[in-house]
């Protein structure tokens, strides 16, 4: 049984949640979301609350109830509030700048690289740090992690593309032979 999935999702003022031929839609001030529901879960909108229920006792069943729940508390959560992540860039002659739809990293390579943004994401970079922001969870997340897989924060100086709140551990370098 999943406590997550069990909980009823209450639907706040101003969003709209609607579901038909398997597809669940959601609709707010930050935009409107969709998710394809899988065939084992049912998704009912019943008053100001919305019910995830397994259709099928099976283990994939139970497994897929908890995760449908987080998805349509993350899609309410998206299109109420949104979320964001912040990513700093560290290391000398380090610099990000934004080019219409794409963001332009020169990270200590030959070359600069460029990273296109998806659409739905709002992403604003002053100095050396990159804010994105959007409404859809798993976009805002995968982005962030696409950009910082550029240039990883690497362990003796520290250079390199991380969270603002990621604490990357520092290994002391050789010792000069006395």
């Known amino acids: 049984m999943s406590r997550i999935g069990k909980q009823p999702i209450i639907i706040p003022a101003g969003v ?11 609709k707010g001030k930050g935009g409107e979301l ?21 259709l099928d006792e099976s283990r994939e069943g139970q497994a897929l109830w908890g995760t449908f729940a987080s998805h349509v508390r993350n899609m309410i959560a998206g299109v109420t509030e949104g979320f964001a992540k912040k990513l700093s860039v560290e290391g000398v002659g380090y610099k990000v700048a934004l080019d219409g739809a794409k963001i332009v990293l020169n990270v200590g390579f030959s070359h600069q690289v460029e990273v296109a943004i998806p659409e739905g994401l709002e992403v604003v970079v002053e100095k050396n740090e990159i804010s994105i ?18 240039k990883k924060p690497e362990p003796y100086k520290g250079k390199g593309i991380r969270y603002s709140d990621e604490v990357v551990r520092r290994k002391e370098g050789k010792r000069a032979a006395a």
């Open 16 to 26: 709209e949640v609607s579901v038909t031929d398997g597809v669940i839609s959601v």
């Open 34 to 54: 969709t998710k394809k529901i899988h065939k084992i879960i049912g998704i009912t909108v019943e008053g100001d609350n919305v019910v995830v229920v397994p």
């Open 133 to 150: 922001k959007g409404a859809n969870k798993e976009t805002v997340g995968q982005f962030a992690a696409n950009v910082r897989a550029v």
